[in-house]
């Protein structure tokens, strides 16, 4: 069954319907209260290395090329476990995978969307 996955900025107010809320940044968003962001989990380990996170810099001409490169990282026995982790705890369920970046559409949570719902 694929999943229903939803993409949204950490900082907007939680939707009644995000059903699963997972923050998927490696770092804590600034300015972000743990209580008000309203989170199941927070899944480090699915995020991109930091190395990688710093290489983007979420420049918007660059993220077909982040996108590959995540995609690798994600291929790693790492990647794969932090994927299966994500996906088993959110079978048959609404999916909102929350990051603190401010283009959401040209993010980690973005290129994790696809790759979910591709499975």
Same mark, same amino acid.
């Given at each position: 069954?694929?999943?229903?996955?939803?993409?949204?900025?950490?900082?907007?107010?939680?939707?009644?319907?995000?059903?699963?809320?997972?923050?998927?940044?490696?770092?804590?968003?600034?300015?972000?209260?743990?209580?008000?962001?309203?989170?199941?989990?927070?899944?480090?380990?699915?995020?991109?290395?930091?190395?990688?996170?710093?290489?983007?810099?979420?420049?918007?001409?660059?993220?077909?090329?982040?996108?590959?490169?995540?995609?690798?990282?994600?291929?790693?026995?790492?990647?794969?476990?932090? =994927?299966?982790?994500?996906?088993?705890?959110?079978?048959?369920?609404? =999916?909102? =995978? =929350?990051?603190?970046?401010?283009?959401?559409?040209?993010?980690?949570?973005?290129?994790?969307?696809?790759?979910?719902?591709?499975?």
């Amino acid at each position: 069954m694929p999943l229903n996955v939803w993409v949204r900025r950490v900082q907007e107010e939680p939707g009644h319907n995000d059903g699963t809320r997972v923050l998927v940044d490696r770092i804590w968003p600034r300015g972000v209260k743990k209580a008000d962001a309203a989170l199941d989990d927070w899944n480090k380990d699915v995020a991109p290395s930091t190395e990688l996170r710093k290489w983007y810099g979420h420049d918007p001409e660059k993220f077909e090329e982040f996108a590959r490169k995540y995609r690798s990282e994600l291929d790693s026995d790492e990647g794969r476990a932090a =994927l299966e982790k994500l996906k088993d705890s959110v079978r048959g369920k609404r =999916l909102t =995978l =929350l990051s603190a970046t401010k283009d959401i559409d040209h993010s980690q949570a973005a290129v994790l969307a696809r790759i979910l719902e591709e499975s």
